[in-house]
């Protein structure tokens, strides 16, 4: 009941801000320099076919109108043309998408798989050697993931693994920064976009290993830069949690060691979620510069390109997709939080 | 003031981080005068020099321009740093007026201001899902990338966390006593907020400025790496870097290494910078808290030179004592300081022992030594608990943990912070229920049900499924009451079982605890700062000053005719 109440009014609000979203990117997109007939068309073409083509684009309307029919065209699943590469952009965020969120689920998955488990065993308050080691270990991981830039990282492994004769990793063990996939391999069938999940579905598993392969530092990297505001979250509200009165009550009781812990990682894990759902949406312009560092073709390049060439359906494409998923995630968080947490009020707004 | 805090964080901070302190006001001096010291121009193309590897003449090398990299290391922190630096004054200056409005619309109450504030909120929270790092590239494309632009565009993207922070610690603040009593001598709202509250909020926004001004240098260097910055020839380092990119992986690896070094530095530093403007702005409360009570013991552990020999106890009828302590002794693993020594105690079946001190005195850290429940930080380090037969101190974790509540049982004080926040009362019975016996949810229901109405709590079946927030701090004092006697334990030991109670409160609670204890012929160990409650409750009473039992006598002969001049001195204090 207090879920369902919460919900409905999230949703209640979810609605006007997705519009309110692709608004503001409607227009943003529409100051950016560059008349987009003119550009499609060359230097060279006559001013009437100029005026023809702006006119097809309803660039001469009003920019409320404009934006009333792009909308209307986006309800219909037509979210315009890119004049750039003459494909439609719908199409490209359908297979450039899956590209860029297999990206980030395993770079999240990675950190929830390695980074968490260290996190609480760091928090604890034995203090033996095994401890001691790892709290060792992610003290120098704490502080170089803060300062390190994502695409920095990249450069830097990609540096010490494949540059030039220096190189220490041989090409067949693990590819350089090429893609996605090898010069001679070939793409799996589009079904869900995953490389991964497509080429098993395609039974070839020569292109699976290579696809998982290419993934590997990509991946590593996102993990490693963005794992640490989780890490370094989980970790010190997990210290909190085990120094707190309940825990010590919870021993006094004679509580089993696994049911003291798991009621501690529950106080913990609320702020540690919030913070994820920050880091997915900076995990998405993460993606953006990893995406370019590895030559990896996922709708960061996508964005970038457009954004290089004034292609305006692609980045309004791009960026309305990257709000509305932001907001999504954001949701998700909170509903999850607020099912969590009995203090959280219906009402209140998030700090 | 700030001053002075300053000053003792700088002499607690490790080396290490001096050494990167040092290498932060570098970084600044090489943002004021680093475009004056490069040896070399540079944004003058030389495409006779261009990509020489490192050498005397270029320390650095070149870049694929020809000019010389070790200057325009010099020369970078000037385009980075500034942006850095100035994007993020301004997100302070809009951000914060915003947020304090915010609040006080918010805190004003009333429809129309409430949905004034939550209108804005949700438009914030548009804005903010934007991500960060597309929209920035996408503003600075529209507005072009000149550097005036890209400090706008950063600027955007950070005052919504500037707003919110503000806001959140303004409405905290603003029901606050001062902000009462500024209220009631008349006050202006608005001069409140920004002439009372705000300053109070200001450490907060210091710290988030810190934190801020890392990030936006590295959005800076994104964004140029990208195209979508600073352009070239300006000396920029994620314009460096990707223009030295392309040569990494032929091995020319110094026209992007150098620079990248410089920006993971500077991040670096500015990192650091800002975790030790937290540790100046805002002092862990906690450890502070700690550190109190060691200085409290140290001082009351020092003048006390006239104190009579350790008491010996002259109790009559002495039966086999349900608890026994001996030459208990303490100590602060790190400082090695004492904080307990030489306890000795013993106390009878179904008899009551009541533990009377001032805060400091050690009776908690007796408390915790006794359920074996010291943290890390302390150490038994002589002397023996025996529990019966039972020498608690070498006994296994495992075997201790059987005994708790079934025999042992303990309070422990302010018992709305010992509930688990998250787990509700039905939860916690269940569980302690099923760490000791082998039950069903359904009995461990009907148990806990039970054990409510024992603690004489209304309606019962209602409060399994309430939360520790949602209890009155006597409610969940019951709740802890009926945990700690579930099992008819041989031994009660209760820490300030009844502070923070309302006084009639805590006589309910206190009579409660007598009657289901003498029923269960439970022995009690009662800490307490209060003498009241001591003499009322209590067979016997011990006074502890400085980590040692200083008095310990039947309560009537230690309140007729206290010999130690402690003792005196704490009775006087009541009867003043």
């Known amino acids: 009941m207090r879920l369902a109440l919460y919900i409905g009014r999230r949703f209640l609000f979810l609605i006007p801000q997705v519009f309110l979203i692709s608004f503001i990117t409607f227009v943003l997109v529409r100051l950016l320099p560059g008349d987009p007939a003119r550009l499609s068309l060359g230097p060279l073409a006559p001013e009437s076919s100029v005026e023809a083509l702006r006119a097809k684009m309803y660039l001469d309307r009003p920019i409320p109108e404009q934006y009333l029919i792009w909308l209307e065209n986006a309800f219909q699943g037509d979210l315009g043309e890119s004049w750039v590469n003459n494909t439609e952009v719908i199409d490209d965020l359908v297979h450039r998408i899956p590209v860029t969120l297999e990206l980030i689920f395993l770079a999240l998955l990675v950190v929830f798989v390695v980074l968490v488990p260290l996190a609480i065993i760091t928090a604890s308050r034995t203090r033996n050697w095994i401890v001691r080691i790892f709290q060792n270990l992610t003290f120098g991981y704490g502080m170089l993931a803060g300062a390190l830039p994502d695409f920095l990282l990249g450069l830097v492994l990609i540096f010490f693994l494949f540059a030039g004769a220096a190189g220490l990793m041989p090409a067949e063990i693990l590819p350089g920064p090429e893609g996605r996939l090898g010069i001679l391999d070939f793409e799996p069938p589009f079904v869900t976009g995953s490389i991964l999940i497509d080429s098993l579905i395609a039974g070839d598993m020569e292109i699976f290993w290579s696809g998982f392969m290419h993934l590997i530092m990509p991946v590593f990297t996102l993990a490693f830069v963005y794992g640490a505001p989780i890490f370094k979250m989980l970790r010190s509200q997990m210290e909190g949690a085990l120094k707190a009165d309940y825990t010590t009550y919870a021993e006094a009781v004679g509580l089993a060691p696994r049911i003291v812990l798991t009621r501690a990682a529950r106080v913990a894990a609320g702020p540690t979620l919030v913070i994820t759902g920050v880091v997915v949406m900076f995990l998405l312009g993460g993606a953006v510069l990893v995406e370019r560092v590895f030559n990896y073709v996922g709708l960061g390049q996508y964005a970038i390109n457009g954004i290089v060439t004034a292609d305006y359906a692609p980045i309004q494409g791009f960026v309305c997709f990257a709000a509305i998923f932001t907001m999504l995630v954001y949701l998700a968080v909170d509903l999850i939080h607020f099912a969590m947490d009995p203090r959280i009020k219906i009402g209140g707004t998030q700090a | 003031m700030v001053w002075l805090r300053i000053r003792r964080t700088l002499l607690s901070l490790p080396k290490w981080q001096l050494a990167v302190l040092a290498m932060f006001f570098g970084w600044i001096f090489l943002t004021i005068f680093g475009p004056y010291l490069a040896p070399f121009p540079t944004e003058v193309a030389e495409p006779t020099t261009r990509l020489l590897p490192p050498s ?521």
């Open chain 2, 56 to 576: 005397g003449t270029y320390p650095f090398g070149t870049d694929e321009n020809g000019i010389d990299i070790f200057s325009r290391v010099l020369a970078a922190p000037r385009t980075d740093v500034v942006i850095g630096v100035v994007a993020t004054a301004l997100s302070v200056v809009i951000g914060t007026p915003l947020g304090v409005i915010v609040a006080l619309y918010e805190s004003r109450g009333g429809a129309g201001s409430t949905a004034f504030a939550e209108t804005f909120m949700r438009l914030l929270e548009v804005i903010q899902s934007f991500p960060v790092f597309v929209f920035a590239m996408v503003l600075v494309a529209v507005f072009g990338g000149s550097v005036t632009n890209i400090i706008i565009a950063i600027a955007f993207v950070n005052t919504p966390v500037f707003v919110r922070i503000v806001r959140s610690d303004v409405l905290s603040l603003v029901q606050r006593p001062f902000s009462e009593a500024a209220r009631a001598v008349g006050n202006r709202e608005v001069r409140i907020g920004f002439r009372h509250v705000l300053p109070n909020a200001l450490p907060t926004v210091i710290v988030q400025v810190s934190v801020t001004v890392g990030f936006a240098i590295l959005l800076t260097a994104g964004l140029s790496f990208v195209g979508a910055g600073v352009k070239p020839p300006t000396p920029e380092l994620g314009a460096m870097i990707a223009s030295g990119a392309k040569y990494l992986e032929i091995g020319q690896w110094w026209a992007a290494f150098f620079p990248g070094i410089a920006l993971g530095l500077i991040v670096f530093s500015f990192g650091i910078f800002g975790e030790i403007m937290t540790q100046v702005m805002e002092p862990r409360a906690v450890r502070r808290e700690t550190d109190r009570r060691r200085e409290a013991a140290l001082e009351t552990g020092g003048d006390e030179p006239e104190v009579p020999d350790a008491p010996t106890v002259t109790l009559s009828h002495m039966s086999e004592p349900v608890l026994a302590v001996e030459h208990l002794g303490v100590v602060a693993v790190d400082s090695r300081q004492p904080l307990l020594s030489e306890i000795h105690l013993a106390l009878e079946a179904g008899h009551s022992m009541g533990i009377v001190g001032e805060s400091g005195s050690g009776k908690s850290v007796l408390v915790k030594a006794l359920l074996q429940l010291l943290p890390p930080e302390l150490a038994v380090t002589s002397g023996s608990v025996r529990y019966l037969d039972h020498d608690l101190l070498t006994m296994s974790k495992g075997s201790m943990r059987a005994m708790r509540t079934t025999q042992i049982a303990a309070i422990l004080p302010n018992a709305k912070s010992q509930l688990n926040p998250l787990t509700s009362v039905g939860d916690m019975l269940r569980s302690a229920l099923q760490a000791h016996e082998k039950i069903g949810a359904k009995e461990a229901e009907v148990r806990s049900i039970q054990l409510l109405e024992m603690v004489g709590i209304v309606d019962p079946a209602q409060r399994l499924s309430a939360f520790p927030h949602e209890l009155s701090g006597g409610m969940a004092q019951r709740v802890c009451l009926a945990m700690a006697l579930m099992y008819h334990p041989k031994l009660l030991i209760a820490d300030e079982p009844t502070a923070g109670l309302d006084v009639t409160i805590q006589r309910q609670v206190l009579d409660l605890t007598r009657t289901l204890a003498e029923d269960a012929g439970t022995a009690r160990l009662l800490i307490t700062g209060d003498l009241g409650i001591a003499a009322h409750y209590c067979d016997t009473v011990a006074v502890m000053q400085a980590g040692r039992i200083v008095e310990i006598d039947e309560t009537e002969r230690l309140f007729d005719a206290p010999r130690h001049p402690y003792t005196q001195h704490l009775l006087d204090c009541v009867r003043v």
